[in-house]
């Protein structure tokens, strides 16, 4: 039975009770709206530590007004349904005033890394997450936590942080969950109508041309790119970027790469998809 606490102070208590067990803690930190990507990081936690923490927390300060902060899908029973099912120990459940109290100003940045990519569009949306990822960090304590790589250019900007700033946690990125045809699972898919849906395989047929034309032995990343964007523009309602980048940097990568991530981020109506690739890494989409 997961146990379930709003208190950040009672949070960090049984982190350390449970290191003064000698278990190891795992923590998944999500918004909740789980899904099989999320329930496969609470099984990767499961096999990397002892004691499992799943936060479910929808984070104001990483949306930007007009997005969809007041829609994102909040679906609490269900996902404590699914974390008792994966044997979760704690669930932590804070409501926004328990998180950042009367007065709460302060912020933490990643700078470099948080400019490409998201950073171009969302321009205040790393800023948030690093935010309250570092406030989680707080309290959970020395820890293995683990971020799905969807979102991979967070994954760089949190694995940036927390060794910039000493913090004593084990970064664990996990590989994409797609559903059979090939999109990636997202809290957000539920928002698309049935045409929607279909018109969202454009990313997938993106990503998989540029990853069969690497497999082929293309690497010049502007080609590649532009075999994503081949299949990416027409599906879209707005496309916001088709990116080729240095899988570390996040930047411009070399003439000739060893490793390229490719990404997308693209609307169909009101709903943002972002997906990725890293070639000569990750396998097909």
Request: aromatic residues 8%; hydrophobic residues 40%; contains cysteine.
């Amino acid at each position: 039975m997961s146990k379930v606490l709003r208190a950040p102070a009672e949070f960090r208590q049984a982190c350390e009770d449970a290191r003064a067990a000698r278990q190891r803690v795992g923590l998944v930190p999500t918004m909740g709206a789980l899904h099989r990507g999320h329930l496969s990081l609470i099984d990767e936690a499961r096999a990397r530590a002892d004691f499992i923490a799943v936060t479910i927390f929808v984070n104001p300060l990483q949306f930007a007004p007009g997005e969809d902060l007041e829609r994102y899908p909040r679906t609490f029973e269900t996902d404590l349904a699914g974390c008792r099912e994966r044997g979760v120990d704690l669930v932590f459940a804070p409501g926004p005033s328990a998180m950042y109290p009367t007065g709460f100003q302060t912020q933490v940045s990643v700078h470099e890394l948080a400019k490409p990519l998201e950073g171009g569009f969302r321009p205040s949306h790393f800023d948030g997450v690093t935010t309250v990822v570092t406030k989680l960090f707080n309290l959970s304590g020395r820890c293995t936590a683990m971020f799905g790589r969807k979102d991979y250019q967070q994954w760089k900007i949190l694995s940036r942080m927390a060794l910039d700033l000493d913090m004593p946690i084990e970064l664990v990125g996990c590989p994409i969950v797609r559903e059979s045809d090939g999109l990636a699972l997202s809290s957000r898919n539920r928002y698309l109508g049935a045409s929607e849906r279909q018109r969202a395989l454009g990313i997938v047929s993106g990503l998989r041309d540029a990853f069969d034309a690497w497999e082929d032995g293309e690497r010049d990343p502007d080609t590649l790119r532009s075999l994503a964007e081949e299949s990416v523009h027409p599906a879209f309602d707005h496309v916001d970027y088709v990116a080729a980048a240095d899988p570390e940097t996040l930047g411009a990568p070399p003439s000739s790469p060893t490793r390229l991530l490719i990404s997308v981020a693209a609307q169909l109506g009101s709903t943002r998809l972002i997906d990725n690739v890293v070639l000569g890494e990750d396998s097909r989409p």
